[in-house]
C-alpha cells in the first residue's frame, strides 16, 4: 500500500478521486432521493411546499417521479459499481472487524471525556459499522425501489403481497436512511471527527492528525488490500515534496529493522523524514481533536 | 377508434337500431356474469341500452350500488379533526343519499347527454364510475400499497390502510377516488399533521367477483346495459358492435387503456360537450396516460444495476491490468 504524504503542506491523502467520486455521487443523489421521495407523499401542496419559489414542481407527483427516477440511476450505478469494484479488489479497510463493536463503545466513551482514545487505522470502529449499516439500508431502500419501478412500467398487476413488503420496507428504510444521515452528519460535527471533514472535499487530511489519531493507517499495519487510485490527487502538489511508501515489509526510524512489526514505525520503507511515522508528533497539540 | 364524425339522424337511427339487435344478441353471447371470476376481466358499457331508468326514483344500478356499499363505511368521528394547516376536511356522512354525482357514499352515477342530432333531441344517458385503468396511476404511486390493481383487472382501495391523502385522486385522470374525512388508520397516527380520511371508488365488487358472483350494477341493470366477461372476449364484443352500429369506443385507449369500455353511437367528444362535468362528475375527453413520461427513465432505472455491475467489474480488471504492466515495468 502507499500512502502519499505532503510535508511542507502537511497533508496525507485519504481518499482517491475515486472514492470521491462514489461518495459524493451516492451522496447527492441520495439527498435528491430523500427529497423527491418524500415528495411522492401528498405533503407538498398541503404543506404550502409549492409555494417555495422553484419548488413549485414539488406538487406535481410525475415530474417528482421521473426526478426520483434520474436519481435513482445514479444512486444504483454507483452503488453497484462500488460493490463490485472494491469486491472484486478485495478492499477491507471499510469492513468490519472483530470486537469493532467494543472499541466504538469505548470510542464513544471517551467523547464525553471518560477513558482514551486507541490508535486507529484509517476508519474508525465506528465507521465501520456504520458503513455496514448504510450498506443494508441502502440494499434494501434498492432492491425494493426496483421492485417498485418494474411494477409502474411493466407489470402494475404484480403480486399484492411483493407490492405491499416492497413499498412498506422502502418507507420503513427510507426513514432509517434519513436517520442515518442525520447520524453520520452527526458524527462529523463532533470535534474529534472535524479534521476528518476536509478529508470527504479534498480527499485530503491534516498529516499532523493523521499521525496522532490514525497511527495503524500510517503504519500500513491494516491496510486495505488495494491501493488507493492516488495519482488522480493533486499529483502536481504531492509531487512537489518526497512521497513516502509505506508498506508492510520494513520499519524503522532510521531504516533498521523494526523490533515489533505492530510498533507505530513499522512499514516505513523509505524516510527522508524519520518523524513520518513516529506516531504522535510531539509538536502536535495533543487536545486540539479532543 | 374514431373521435370525429358527422352525425345526423338517419345514422343516429340505424345505429340505435343496429345496436338494440346486436346488443340483444351480443347479451346472449357474451356471459353478464363473471362466471371465470379469475383472469383478466372486463367490462363494456353500451349506452345505445342504457336509459338511465327514468321511470325509477333513482338508476337501478346507483340505488343497488348505495344499498350494498354505502353500509360498509363506519360513521365518522364526531368531531372530525381539522387537518394542518389546510383546515379542509370533505364530510358526506350527511349527504348520503346524493345520486347525482360520485361521492364516498355514491360510487357510480349516471350523466345524462342531451344533444340535437338532425333536428331531433336525443338523450343519452352514461353510467360513470372508476374505469380500473389498466396501468393506473392511483394505484401503482399510492406511497402506502393501499391501492392496487389485481390480476383480475379491479383497482381496489384498502381501507385499512389508506390515510386519505388523495394522491390518487390528483392522479386521476377523472378524479374518481372521492374523500370521506374522519374515518380511517390516520385517526390512529396523527390525524392533525398526517392523512385526511380514506378515498372510496367502485371497487368492481371484488368480493363478490373471488366469489365467481357479478358486480351488483350489472346484476341490477334492467337494460341489461353493462356485460363483465373475459376480457378478451369483452374487447372483441366492444369491437365488433361498434363496427356495426358505426359507433364509438371509449376505455381502449385512454389513460393507456382501461377495463372499462363504453360504446356510443355519438362521438365521445361530443358527449364530453353536454354532460355536466364538475367536482365528482368526470368528463369524457381525450386522455393520455398519466405514467407515460415516467416509463424511459423508470427503464433506464432498472437497467442501472447492470450498469454499475459492468462499470465496476471493468474497472477493476482495468486496475488489476494497470497495476500488472507497472510491476512487469519496474521488474
Same mark, same amino acid.
Not at chain 1, 26 to 35: C, E, I, R
Given at each position: 500500500?502507499?500512502?502519499?504524504?505532503?510535508?511542507?503542506?502537511?497533508?496525507?491523502?485519504?481518499?482517491?478521486?475515486?472514492?470521491?467520486?462514489?461518495?459524493?455521487a451516492?451522496?447527492?443523489?441520495?439527498?435528491?432521493?430523500?427529497?423527491?421521495g418524500?415528495?411522492?407523499?401528498?405533503?407538498?401542496?398541503?404543506?404550502?411546499?409549492?409555494?417555495?419559489?422553484?419548488?413549485?414542481?414539488?406538487?406535481?407527483?410525475?415530474?417528482?417521479?421521473?426526478?426520483?427516477?434520474?436519481?435513482?440511476?445514479?444512486?444504483?450505478?454507483?452503488?453497484?459499481?462500488?460493490l463490485?469494484?472494491?469486491?472484486?479488489?478485495?478492499?477491507?479497510?471499510?469492513?468490519?472487524?472483530?470486537?469493532?463493536?467494543?472499541?466504538? $463503545?469505548a %470510542?464513544?466513551? #471517551?467523547?464525553? !471525556?471518560?477513558?482514551? &482514545? =486507541? +490508535?486507529?487505522?484509517?476508519?474508525?470502529?465506528?465507521?465501520?459499522?456504520?458503513?455496514?449499516?448504510?450498506?443494508?439500508?441502502?440494499?434494501?431502500?434498492?432492491?425494493t425501489?426496483?421492485?417498485?419501478?418494474?411494477?409502474n412500467?411493466?407489470?402494475?398487476?404484480?403480486?399484492?403481497?411483493?407490492?405491499?413488503?416492497?413499498?412498506?420496507?422502502?418507507?420503513?428504510?427510507?426513514?432509517?436512511?434519513?436517520?442515518?444521515?442525520?447520524?453520520?452528519?452527526?458524527?462529523?460535527?463532533?470535534?474529534?471527527?472535524?479534521?476528518?471533514?476536509?478529508?470527504?472535499?479534498?480527499?485530503?487530511?491534516?498529516?499532523?492528525?493523521?499521525?496522532?489519531?490514525?497511527?495503524?493507517?500510517?503504519?500500513?499495519?491494516?491496510?486495505p488490500?488495494?491501493?488507493?487510485?492516488?495519482?488522480?490527487?493533486?499529483?502536481?502538489?504531492?509531487a512537489e515534496?518526497?512521497? $513516502?511508501? %509505506?508498506?508492510? #515489509?520494513?520499519? !524503522?526510524?532510521?531504516? &533498521? =529493522? +523494526?523490533?515489533?512489526p505492530?510498533?507505530?514505525?513499522?512499514?516505513?520503507?523509505?524516510?527522508?523524514?524519520?518523524?513520518?511515522?513516529?506516531?504522535?508528533?510531539?509538536?502536535?497539540?495533543?487536545?486540539?481533536?479532543? | 377508434m374514431?373521435?370525429?364524425?358527422?352525425?345526423?339522424?338517419?345514422?343516429?337511427?340505424?345505429?340505435?337500431?343496429?345496436?338494440?339487435?346486436?346488443?340483444?344478441?351480443?347479451?346472449?353471447?357474451?356471459?353478464?356474469?363473471?362466471?371465470?371470476?379469475?383472469?383478466?376481466?372486463?367490462?363494456?358499457?353500451?349506452?345505445?341500452?342504457?336509459?338511465?331508468?327514468?321511470?325509477?326514483?333513482?338508476?337501478?344500478?346507483?340505488?343497488v350500488?348505495?344499498?350494498?356499499?354505502?353500509?360498509?363505511?363506519?360513521?365518522?368521528?364526531?368531531?372530525?379533526?381539522?387537518?394542518?394547516?389546510?383546515?379542509?376536511?370533505?364530510?358526506?356522512?350527511?349527504?348520503?343519499?346524493?345520486g347525482?354525482?360520485?361521492?364516498?357514499?355514491?360510487?357510480?352515477?349516471?350523466?345524462?347527454?342531451?344533444?340535437?342530432?338532425?333536428?331531433?333531441?336525443?338523450?343519452?344517458?352514461?353510467?360513470?364510475?372508476?374505469?380500473?385503468?389498466?396501468?393506473?396511476?392511483?394505484?401503482?404511486?399510492?406511497?402506502?400499497?393501499?391501492?392496487?390493481?389485481?390480476?383480475?383487472?379491479?383497482?381496489?382501495i384498502?381501507?385499512?390502510?389508506?390515510?386519505?391523502?388523495?394522491?390518487?385522486?390528483?392522479?386521476?385522470?377523472?378524479?374518481?377516488?372521492?374523500?370521506?374525512?374522519?374515518?380511517?388508520?390516520y385517526?390512529?397516527?396523527?390525524?392533525?399533521?398526517?392523512?385526511?380520511?380514506?378515498?372510496?371508488?367502485?371497487?368492481?365488487?371484488?368480493d363478490?367477483?373471488?366469489e365467481?358472483?357479478?358486480?351488483?350494477?350489472?346484476?341490477?341493470?334492467?337494460?341489461?346495459?353493462?356485460?363483465?366477461?373475459?376480457?378478451?372476449?369483452?374487447?372483441?364484443?366492444?369491437?365488433?358492435?361498434?363496427?356495426?352500429?358505426?359507433?364509438y369506443?371509449?376505455?381502449?385507449?385512454?389513460?393507456?387503456?382501461?377495463?372499462?369500455?363504453?360504446?356510443?353511437?355519438?362521438?365521445?367528444?361530443?358527449?364530453?360537450?353536454?354532460?355536466?362535468?364538475?367536482?365528482?362528475e368526470?368528463?369524457?375527453?381525450?386522455?393520455?396516460?398519466?405514467?407515460?413520461?415516467?416509463?424511459?427513465?423508470?427503464?433506464?432505472?432498472?437497467?442501472?444495476?447492470?450498469?454499475?455491475?459492468a462499470?465496476?467489474?471493468?474497472?477493476?480488471?482495468?486496475?488489476?491490468?494497470?497495476?500488472?504492466?507497472?510491476?512487469?515495468?519496474?521488474?
Amino acid at each position: 500500500m502507499s500512502v502519499s504524504v505532503n510535508e511542507e503542506r502537511n497533508r496525507i491523502v485519504r481518499h482517491g478521486l475515486l472514492e470521491l467520486t462514489e461518495h459524493w455521487a451516492l451522496a447527492l443523489s441520495g439527498l435528491v432521493l430523500l427529497l423527491s421521495g418524500l415528495f411522492e407523499l401528498p405533503i407538498a401542496a398541503r404543506y404550502k411546499i409549492i409555494a417555495i419559489p422553484g419548488f413549485a414542481w414539488s406538487g406535481d407527483f410525475i415530474p417528482s417521479l421521473v426526478i426520483h427516477y434520474v436519481a435513482s440511476v445514479v444512486f444504483i450505478v454507483a452503488a453497484f459499481f462500488h460493490l463490485f469494484y472494491h469486491g472484486l479488489l478485495q478492499d477491507r479497510g471499510l469492513i468490519p472487524q472483530k470486537g469493532d463493536l467494543k472499541a466504538s $463503545i469505548a %470510542v464513544i466513551k #471517551t467523547f464525553f !471525556g471518560k477513558g482514551e &482514545e =486507541p +490508535p486507529f487505522d484509517k476508519y474508525l470502529p465506528e465507521q465501520r459499522l456504520a458503513y455496514l449499516g448504510m450498506a443494508a439500508i441502502i440494499a434494501v431502500i434498492i432492491l425494493t425501489g426496483l421492485v417498485k419501478t418494474y411494477k409502474n412500467v411493466y407489470a402494475p398487476d404484480l403480486s399484492h403481497t411483493l407490492v405491499f413488503w416492497s413499498t412498506w420496507l422502502h418507507n420503513i428504510f427510507f426513514v432509517l436512511f434519513i436517520l442515518a444521515f442525520a447520524g453520520h452528519i452527526g458524527a462529523i460535527i463532533l470535534k474529534p471527527n472535524r479534521p476528518m471533514v476536509r478529508g470527504i472535499f479534498t480527499g485530503k487530511v491534516r498529516l499532523d492528525y493523521a499521525r496522532h489519531r490514525h497511527p495503524l493507517w500510517l503504519s500500513g499495519a491494516d491496510a486495505p488490500a488495494s491501493p488507493q487510485p492516488v495519482q488522480s490527487i493533486d499529483e502536481s502538489a504531492i509531487a512537489e515534496t518526497e512521497i $513516502i511508501m %509505506v508498506d508492510n #515489509t520494513l520499519a !524503522g526510524e532510521s531504516g &533498521e =529493522p +523494526p523490533s515489533s512489526p505492530g510498533a507505530d514505525t513499522a512499514g516505513v520503507a523509505k524516510m527522508d523524514k524519520t518523524e513520518a511515522a513516529q506516531g504522535a508528533n510531539p509538536e502536535l497539540p495533543q487536545e486540539a481533536d479532543k | 377508434m374514431k373521435t370525429k364524425t358527422d352525425m345526423n339522424r338517419r345514422r343516429f337511427l340505424k345505429s340505435v337500431t343496429a345496436a338494440a339487435l346486436i346488443g340483444t344478441a351480443g347479451a346472449l353471447n357474451v356471459p353478464r356474469t363473471a362466471e371465470a371470476g379469475e383472469g383478466k376481466l372486463a367490462t363494456l358499457i353500451d349506452l345505445t341500452r342504457c336509459n338511465g331508468c327514468v321511470d325509477r326514483a333513482a338508476p337501478a344500478c346507483v340505488s343497488v350500488c348505495k344499498k350494498i356499499k354505502t353500509g360498509r363505511l363506519p360513521e365518522p368521528v364526531d368531531p372530525i379533526p381539522l387537518p394542518f394547516p389546510t383546515r379542509k376536511i370533505e364530510d358526506w356522512s350527511k349527504k348520503k343519499e346524493v345520486g347525482n354525482r360520485l361521492t364516498p357514499y355514491n360510487l357510480i352515477f349516471v350523466q345524462k347527454a342531451e344533444m340535437d342530432i338532425g333536428g331531433d333531441k336525443k338523450t343519452l344517458f352514461i353510467p360513470r364510475r372508476c374505469m380500473h385503468c389498466d396501468n393506473p396511476a392511483c394505484a401503482t404511486l399510492c406511497p402506502f400499497a393501499a391501492n392496487h390493481k389485481f390480476e383480475n383487472g379491479a383497482v381496489v382501495i384498502d381501507q385499512e390502510l389508506c390515510f386519505g391523502g388523495a394522491k390518487c385522486k390528483t392522479l386521476c385522470p377523472w378524479e374518481i377516488p372521492q374523500r370521506q374525512s374522519g374515518i380511517g388508520v390516520y385517526l390512529k397516527v396523527l390525524p392533525t399533521f398526517m392523512g385526511n380520511g380514506v378515498m372510496v371508488k367502485c371497487d368492481l365488487c371484488s368480493d363478490l367477483l373471488k366469489e365467481g358472483k357479478t358486480p351488483v350494477c350489472i346484476e341490477a341493470c334492467p337494460q341489461k346495459a353493462m356485460t363483465i366477461g373475459p376480457r378478451k372476449e369483452i374487447f372483441a364484443k366492444a369491437e365488433e358492435l361498434t363496427k356495426k352500429i358505426g359507433g364509438y369506443l371509449y376505455g381502449k385507449t385512454e389513460n393507456g387503456g382501461t377495463s372499462t369500455l363504453y360504446v356510443s353511437p355519438v362521438p365521445f367528444d361530443r358527449l364530453d360537450n353536454v354532460i355536466r362535468k364538475g367536482p365528482g362528475e368526470p368528463g369524457l375527453g381525450a386522455v393520455k396516460r398519466q405514467m407515460a413520461g415516467t416509463d424511459t427513465m423508470g427503464k433506464a432505472v432498472l437497467a442501472a444495476p447492470a450498469i454499475g455491475i459492468a462499470a465496476g467489474v471493468a474497472g477493476a480488471f482495468a486496475f488489476v491490468s494497470k497495476r500488472k504492466d507497472r510491476i512487469r515495468k519496474e521488474s
